[in-house]
């Protein structure tokens, strides 16, 4: 059942290069959304970095104990980062999109005072999206472990040739892939890197993750789509200064041997857009499908 939204977490983009402007802008949202008869706290990083003392903090955990919704003014990245963190609570977020793409923050801007007295009233539109959880094992021991909203890639260093990895879907051996690296992406990370890899779009309905390999050696090594249910394990076979990457965040380096696998999250995170959203809208809009066009 809908409801109403009474208390709103506030976190806010404080790594862009114009902090004074951030720091206004955030001033101006909380001040229009306390006007709206909410109470406003800014999620604690974000406060800190961006000046704001005079407004009410809260941790990450604070924000999942106390929070109705939270309300992220910043780009996809900006998104991704507390998704991830957010999830566990069940809290419901709306995105403000400050960025340049804007796929997961999906109000303008300059519409976010006629775009918010509604849904926070009640009136919007929910969408669920799936995480992905990825644990690197080395000789029987996890070494690393993290989360990842759009993907997690393997690839090869920097100044190295092709990485070879042997992969396994569901415990079944489905090929050794050589290439530049692979990309395991939720259907959320399919209009990301896996996009520019040749990889399909998925729609954010569809229970799927696109396996897709960055310049593959064999051109016949096409991206595959598979059921978000699957396990994969990504084996480092050959290749030197390997790495591992979950959302283009956080950094794990690999050795020969290392097994990278990937499962469906426990948790989800959940989405809400105006009352009308439509993700072909989003596509034509980010993509520039049509243009020209009337």
């Given at each position: 059942m809908k409801r109403q939204f009474q208390r709103v977490a506030l976190i806010g983009k404080y790594q862009a290069a114009q902090v004074d402007a951030a720091r206004l802008l955030l001033q101006d949202v909380a001040a229009f959304v306390v006007s709206l008869g909410c109470e406003v706290h800014v999620e604690q990083d974000t406060a800190t970095h961006l000046g704001l003392a005079d407004l009410p903090m809260l941790d990450v955990a604070?924000?999942?104990?106390?929070?109705?919704?939270?309300?992220?003014?910043?780009g996809d990245g900006t998104m991704l980062g507390i998704g991830r963190q957010l999830a566990r609570y069940d809290v419901p977020l709306?995105?403000?999109?400050?960025?340049?793409?804007?796929?997961v923050t999906d109000i303008a801007l300059k519409d976010y005072r006629a775009s918010l007295p509604p849904m926070l009233a009640g009136a919007y539109d929910e969408d669920t999206r799936g995480l992905l959880h990825?644990?690197?094992?080395?000789?029987g021991e996890r070494v690393f472990d993290a989360l990842a909203m759009n993907d997690v890639v393997v690839y090869r260093g920097a100044a190295s040739g092709m990485v070879?990895?042997?992969?396994?879907?569901?415990?079944?051996?489905?090929?050794?892939?050589?290439?530049?690296?692979?990309?395991?992406?939720?259907?959320?990370?399919?209009?990301?890197?896996?996009?520019?890899?040749?990889?399909?779009?998925?729609?954010p309905r569809v229970a799927g993750w696109v396996l897709a390999p960055i310049a593959p050696h064999m051109l016949s090594n096409r991206p595959i789509v598979l059921s978000d249910r699957s396990e994969v394990t990504l084996e480092v076979v050959a290749g030197?200064?390997?790495?591992?990457?979950?959302?283009?965040?956080?950094?794990?380096?690999?050795?020969?041997g290392d097994r990278i696998i990937v499962r469906r999250a426990t948790h989800e995170v959940r989405f809400l857009h105006p009352v009308g959203w439509s993700y072909f809208d989003t596509l034509r809009h980010k993509l520039h499908w049509n243009e020209g066009n009337s």
């Open positions: 604070g924000i999942g104990a106390q929070c109705d919704v939270a309300l992220v003014v910043g709306i995105g403000i999109n400050q960025g340049r793409l804007g796929f990825a644990e690197v094992w080395r000789g070879e990895l042997r992969v396994e879907v569901d415990g079944r051996f489905v090929a050794n892939h050589r290439a530049d690296g692979l990309i395991v992406a939720t259907s959320t990370g399919s209009t990301a890197y896996a996009l520019s890899a040749g990889g399909p779009l998925l729609h030197r200064d390997a790495s591992a990457s979950f959302d283009m965040q956080s950094l794990a380096a690999l050795e020969h």
